[in-house]
Nanobody, 121 residues
């Protein structure tokens, strides 16, 4: 079973930068796409950025050009570098991974517990 742990959240002023890291540990057959989601208070969880096993990237329109997702398959980590942060970027950021536990299993999505990012205006 895979565990995902986020780190790097915190409080930052608008215009500042933060970097989030998600580390996967445990056992699995394969990890396909990994992603960052966020959830603001009272809002639904939304996809922020996604990266495939091969490094293909997707960004939500609201963060494109400001956020960069990267992946280190050797270390089983993904990062989210967030620049030019805005008040509306505030929320809990969750890491996700599409995991295949064994050769015979289908992929299932796993989640971390989340990291709080607060941007002060």
């Amino acid at each position: 079973q895979v565990q995902l742990v986020e780190s790097g959240g915190g409080l930052v002023q608008a215009g500042g930068s933060l970097k989030l890291t998600c580390a996967a540990s445990g056992s699995w057959y394969a990890i396909d796409a990994m992603a960052w989601y966020r959830q603001a208070p009272g809002m639904q969880r939304e996809l922020v950025a996604r990266i495939s096993q091969g490094g293909g990237e997707y960004y939500a329109d609201s963060v494109r050009g400001r956020f960069t997702i990267s992946r280190d398959n050797a270390r089983n980590t993904i990062d989210l570098l967030m620049n030019s942060l805005k008040f509306e970027d505030t929320g809990v950021y969750y890491c996700s991974a599409d995991v295949q536990n064994s050769y015979w299993d289908h992929r299932t999505m796993h989640w971390g517990r989340g990291a709080q990012v607060t941007v002060s205006s």
